[in-house]
């Protein structure tokens, strides 16, 4: 399976006025990994916007293991961890420069068509790209 790494420094305003990082925060380190690795999918359309479909977050959670404080620099290392006909899992761990796992997270993606809001197949070329991810 690859792994996708981004670094990450937690700035002060990522913190709550104890200098840890604000729980929601690694919500928003996982997004932003996750459009990073959009990014590099190949897509016959704009993915963020077009009138084919959305791609709404169903599903994520977080464990907290070790506590991420103001000015330290972070590893997130993502990987696709499932991959379905209409959905995919992103799977995140937050490790300290020391290699050591601060969090984890995992967000479940869905295709819905814009028209209906139902869900519907995975475009063929966003789907091969993502297997090879895997």
Do not use: Q
């Given at each position: 399976m690859k792994t996708f790494t981004i670094k990450r420094r937690i700035n002060f305003y990522d913190c709550d006025p104890a200098g840890i990082i604000f729980y929601s925060r690694v919500f928003e380190f996982a997004h932003s990994a996750y459009e990073q690795i959009i990014q590099l999918v190949e897509k016959e359309e704009d993915y963020w916007n077009n009138d084919k479909y959305v791609v709404p977050i169903i599903k994520s959670e977080s464990t907290y293991i070790k506590p991420m404080k103001y000015g330290d620099e972070i590893t997130i290392n993502v990987k696709v961890s499932?991959?379905?006909?209409?959905?995919?899992?992103?799977?995140?761990?937050?490790?300290?420069?020391?290699?050591?796992?601060?969090?984890?997270?995992?967000?479940?993606?869905?295709?819905?068509?814009?028209?209906?809001?139902?869900?519907?197949?995975?475009?063929?070329?966003?789907?091969?790209?993502?297997?090879r991810m895997i």
């Open positions: 499932e991959l379905r006909t209409s959905s995919f899992e992103l799977s995140y761990n937050m490790v300290n420069a020391d290699g050591e796992l601060l969090c984890s997270v995992k967000t479940v993606h869905v295709f819905v068509a814009k028209k209906n809001w139902e869900k519907m197949e995975m475009p063929g070329t966003i789907k091969l790209s993502l297997e």
